[in-house]
């Protein structure tokens, strides 16, 4: 992040105005850095240490932005689209255009999706060679074994000539009619849960993420909802993905 800024740059980002807007502000003495009402919108400021008020509030600086959106069913993991509705298209922040979805979900498939403008951070997690770990609540067709738990564990041939790597699948719930497991994988293949039930015989009835490496799903987000990553989450997923 840049350490210095001038004051009008460093406006526009945190509330989003144009240039000229954030000129106007200065002018009509809206702005205090470091408890002065500044004159100059073409200073600089530390923006790491500068206290910058605007009509007495404080402002600060977010080089990028992070959220965890709770996605329902019936949205596609894409930032734009003729026809569907998109995750992007759930969100309300001025930023929204700037983000992306840090990998894909199906359509029908609902769950823990970061969306971000941190394109290093994105690839980094979805990097094949950082081996995040994403786990999902399935409920799958039929009764599953530990011949399954087995299978997974191994790596199980997903088509295409393609296996899916070793993953571990965990039985909360086996019955003849459906179960309910939790998968653990390290790799986003297309349809890969789904692949991968059907490789045992199986079929995904429904699905949802619940964590993406050290972020988890915040279960108080309704569907459809976001919300901020703390900076805290933020951190620990740059440091496992560093
Ligand atoms: N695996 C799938 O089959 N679908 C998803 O949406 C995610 C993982």
């Known amino acids: 992040m840049e350490k210095t800024m001038r004051l009008d740059k460093f406006l526009c980002a945190c509330l989003d105005i144009s240039r000229k807007e954030a000129k106007e502000l200065v002018k009509k003495g809206r702005i205090q850095i470091e408890g002065k009402t500044v004159k100059k919108s073409d200073q600089r400021i530390q923006t790491e240490t500068d206290t910058v008020l605007w009509d007495g509030k404080e402002l600060f600086f977010e080089e990028f932005h992070y959220l965890m959106l709770h996605k329902p069913a019936g949205v596609i993991s894409a930032t734009k689209d003729r026809q569907e509705r998109t995750v992007i298209d759930l969100i309300k922040e001025s930023y929204k255009e700037k983000l992306f979805p840090a990998g ?32 999902y609540f399935a409920k799958v ?6 011949e399954a738990v087995n299978a997974f564990s191994e790596g199980v041939p997903i088509g295409n000539g393609e296996t899916a790597k070793p993953a571990v699948l965990e039985i909360i719930d086996s019955r003849q009619e459906e179960s309910k497991v939790l998968i653990t994988i390290t790799e986003g ?32 987000l309704p569907l459809g909802k976001y919300r901020k990553l703390s900076n805290d ?10």
């Not at 964590?211 to 279960?219: A, H, V």
């Not at 989450?233 to 560093?242: A, G, V």
Request: glycine share 8%.
């Open 189 to 220: 293949k297309f349809h890969q849960i789904k692949r991968m039930m059907k490789a045992v015989g199986s079929e995904v009835l429904y699905l949802k993420r619940i964590s993406m490496g050290s972020l988890s799903l915040d279960e108080t």
């Open 104 to 135: 894909r979900l199906d359509k029908d498939t609902e769950g823990l999706l970061l969306l971000t403008d941190d394109g290093e951070l994105a690839h980094n997690l979805l990097s094949p060679k950082k081996h995040v770990e994403k786990t």
């Open 141 to 146: 067709l039929g009764k599953i074994g530990q």
């Open 233 to 242: 989450e933020i951190q620990k997923l740059k440091e496992e993905t560093c």
